[in-house]
């Protein structure tokens, strides 16, 4: 595709339920990163894929959440027993070089917007 | 700790004034800089990179090693740049430290 595409664009969740929200980057694209934006805060780091490889998840914040690249091109962030604290933006990004872009940077997507009640 | 500090949430600014947005980092290592800006109901998207030195639709941003600052300015305000604008950090292995970003309003 043409850009980054995220869904579902909104998900209102009650607390306990599992989530699960797609990112299908750009068609060729090495890197894939998730991004958590809190209301009012900059995107915080989660998790990096480059292909199918999961190389660094050291921004998860708990055992609740987890993502997968299972063919190195769509990925999905899936969140168990949510809590209220979950509720933000979850961004997606991908990149064609491995690394954080270097002179081009990231495309991101357009976000899913989590609530959690 | 790789950190970026905007130390400004809000800055309004008249039509044709300067408008200078402050951005300042803590890092180790010789720091790559970007800017991103988020416009209204749109994604967040690359403005610009230290690296490349370049100038997008106005802005440019020097990179002051000495103040580790990466402040990003325009001589005259123009309504469209009202957005919201986050100053970003590539370190670590592959990850990106934002800002927190600050709302930039442009008043007619």
């Known amino acids: 595709g043409a850009g980054v595409s995220q869904s579902p664009r909104y998900k209102v969740a009650k607390r306990g339920q599992d989530v699960a929200l797609r990112c299908d980057p750009i068609?060729?694209?090495?890197?894939l990163f998730w991004y958590q934006q809190a209301l009012g805060q900059g995107p915080e780091f989660l998790t990096y894929f480059q292909n199918e490889a999961q190389l660094d998840k050291s921004g998860l914040p708990s055992d609740r959440f987890f993502a997968e690249r299972p063919e190195g091109s769509v990925s999905t962030l899936k969140i168990q027993r949510t809590q209220q604290e979950d509720s933000a933006v979850y961004l997606c990004?991908?990149?064609?070089?491995?690394?954080?872009?270097?002179?081009?940077?990231?495309?991101f997507g357009s976000g899913t917007r989590l609530t959690v009640v | 700790a790789q950190r970026v500090t905007q130390p400004e949430k809000l800055l309004s600014v008249f039509k044709g004034a300067p408008v200078e947005l402050k951005c300042n980092y803590s890092?180790?290592?010789?720091?790559?800089l970007f800017w991103y800006v988020q416009y209204s109901r749109q994604r967040l998207q690359l403005l610009l990179r230290h690296i490349s030195r370049e100038s997008i639709k106005g802005f440019t941003a020097d990179l002051n090693k000495g103040e580790t600052s990466f402040h990003l300015k325009k001589p005259f305000a123009q309504e469209e740049d009202s957005a919201m604008y986050y100053c970003?950090?590539?370190?670590?292995?592959?990850?990106?430290?934002f800002g927190i970003g600050t709302k930039l309003q442009v008043i007619p």
């Open positions: 068609s060729g694209h090495v890197s």
């Open positions: 970003a950090l590539p370190g670590g292995y592959q990850k990106v430290t």
């Open positions: 890092y180790s290592g010789s720091p790559e």
């Open positions: 990004a991908s990149s064609p070089l491995s690394g954080t872009g270097g002179d081009y940077g990231y495309t």
